[in-house]
């Protein structure tokens, strides 16, 4: 990835969904590693750092808003963190799922448009060590920091969405403890689940008033698997009464970046986010 930003330029990995992102009311992105020149790398397999550019380059590309919940916002330590808030800042893109403390990184962001209010969360089921936020310290949210936002905020917005980073990697279906907290989110008051982290895309329940796809696959990647080449844009218009339509644009990923799905990918996509049986 990083010979290809450096060669083409940080946009040209979105040159080719810019377009349908674009058209959406609000776009919502996971956002995976930090954006600094600094920091330290921590002890862990991978590591994950973007140029100053990206902040702009996904603003440019219809994304301004991303959760920074995941295993990777701390890769470079704090002092990488805190620079990644910044940059996104400067870029008019906001995030949710980290910050400058627990309660920062837990909080929601809320989207006002044609008489409806949405309010999003991010957080990481996947918690490397060191990497939560705590009263002094700046990290990602976890689950326990997410679940009394997300009760409150049920009290105030027309939608609640809440963006997990949870799962297995390389697993087409969800795990147990997925499912157990999707209920859980379910009970405190979430209408819609996006989940991330599997790297492939998992399948899709509905839980009451609150569904859930477990998770959307890859973005912008170099995976080696044709199952982790594939993902999807989902697609959910909203109300005041909540969720009224979702829908997915199935993706390929071609030299790292994602392009709009074959028929052959798109049907594979397809039956992936199939709805899974209630009896688990």
């Not at 920091?145 to 969800?174: F, M, S, Y």
């Not at 907290?181 to 979430?190: D, F, M, N």
Request: glycine letters at 10%; aromatic letters at 6%; one cysteine or more.
């Amino acid at each position: 990835m990083d010979a290809i930003a450096r060669g083409q330029g940080v946009a040209f990995l979105f040159e080719k969904v810019a377009p349908l992102l674009r058209s959406a009311d609000a776009v919502v992105a996971n956002m995976e590693g930090c954006i600094s020149t600094r920091g330290i790398p921590a002890d862990k397999e991978y590591t994950f750092r973007a140029p100053p550019a990206l902040a702009p380059a996904l603003a440019s590309a219809g994304i301004r808003l991303v959760t920074l919940g995941n295993n990777h916002a701390v890769d470079f330590g704090r002092v990488a963190l805190i620079d990644t808030l910044v940059h996104l800042w400067r870029a008019r893109v906001r995030w949710v799922g980290a910050g400058t403390d627990s309660r920062r990184a837990g909080q929601a962001v809320t989207l006002r448009g044609q008489g409806c209010s949405v309010s999003v969360l991010g957080f990481t089921a996947i918690v490397p060590r060191g990497f939560a936020a705590t009263e002094r310290l700046a990290g990602v949210a976890t689950l326990t920091h997410c679940l009394p936002v997300l009760a409150r905020v049920r009290q105030e917005a027309d939608v609640v969405i809440v963006v997990p980073h949870w799962g297995k990697e390389n697993q087409t279906q969800p795990s147990p403890t997925q499912r157990r907290i999707a209920r859980l989110l379910a009970k405190a008051g979430a209408d819609l689940i996006v989940g991330h982290h599997p790297h492939v895309v998992q399948g899709y329940e509905r839980i009451g008033r609150t569904q859930v796809l477990y998770s959307v696959g890859n973005f912008v990647h170099t995976p080696a698997s044709s199952a982790a080449r594939r993902g999807g844009i989902l697609w959910a218009e909203v109300g005041r009464e909540g969720v009224r339509t979702l829908s997915v644009t199935p993706l390929w990923l071609s030299g790292g970046r994602p392009t709009v799905a074959e028929p052959t990918h798109a049907r594979v996509v397809a039956r992936a986010v199939a709805p899974l049986p209630v009896d688990w």
